[in-house]
């Protein structure tokens, strides 16, 4: 039997990404969502969903890039810090310990704690609502060599990324693999 | 230090989630998705990517609206079966074993094995590429008794979702938490 719990954004699992921003005076930023998703395999896109309050918000606008930057679950506190205050009046980089480069290929800064970034282009600004769904083309991807495979490929046990759930608020990691997708369900 | 892996959809995690949808002749298809997340807090939206040729596209197309149905870990089996075979020479449902009703609220099916469901009216239909991103309001979220704690809050360990790694493919499902969002970040 199941309960009715209204209209409410409780879907799972949701990533925990920080989207990278250089703000009209040049000052790197870093925000947490979990509201966004890959959205299309060619051209490559991602969306990440802001509020307009959202000191990132008026970045992307301006410098028509960002960049998305994945935290492993080693740094869970200081990547929560950055979903709970603002850009507008702290510096986050400063009072985490993150630190960024300047990405050669899109105007945002990369984080360099986060083993996984996709430098991307704006593709589309959608208004939605309380939240704007900007979406990214991903113009390249830099992976650290610490969390790919003997092929090269890029391994969710040594990534080790974060997942956020709406319910009850809580973030988790990964298990252990439990199967391998566009396979095992041949077996049926 | 990091390697460029060119422009790809490499983020992680990706939900794993079934679409539900009937066709113009009312037969009942789901879809195995991993393009997708949450886009707005209010209205609250959910996007899901669908390539044109998949048979739940003219589906949502024609009746404006789809079901995101989160299936436990325990049927990752027949959820990669839903993504590996088209509903047009498949009856997937009779193939793995899911059932479905009608939901009350939206015109689309509803899966009886999911414990959390979001009911969805098509918002948006954004062309990207490859992809098609539809963007749903989501009318209503149904969740099953056993997914919900003490507080009537959905519990991630209760709920056990799947995630999908573009990177090697692999599904994974959660670890126990690693804290609590929006609160942990306090402590630095």
């Given at each position: 039997m199941k309960q009715s719990l209204g209209p409410?954004?409780?879907?799972?699992?949701t990533p925990v990404w920080l989207v990278g921003t250089y703000d009209a005076q040049g000052k790197a930023n870093l925000t947490t969502i979990a509201w966004g998703g890959i959205c299309?395999?060619?051209?490559?896109c991602v969306t990440i969903s802001l509020q307009r309050?959202?000191?990132?918000y008026d970045a992307i606008i301006e410098r028509k890039a960002f960049t998305v930057n994945v935290p492993s679950a080693d740094y869970v506190k200081p990547t929560d810090y950055c979903g709970i205050y603002s850009g507008k009046d702290h510096d986050k980089l400063a009072e985490t310990g993150f630190t960024v480069a300047k990405s050669q290929l899109v105007d945002a800064p990369c984080v360099d704690q986060c083993p996984l970034i996709a430098e991307c282009k704006l593709l589309q600004t959608i208004e939605l609502g309380r939240h704007t769904m900007f979406v990214g083309q991903i113009i390249d991807i830099k992976a650290a060599?610490?969390?790919?495979?003997?092929?090269g490929k890029i391994d969710p046990a040594k990534l080790n990324p974060i997942c956020f759930n709406p319910g009850n608020r809580s973030y988790n990691s990964l298990s252990p693999s439990i199967g391998q997708a566009f396979s095992m369900g041949k077996q049926l």
């Open positions: 409410q954004t409780l879907l799972a699992p299309c395999s060619d051209p490559p309050p959202r000191h990132a060599e610490s969390v790919l495979d003997e092929s």
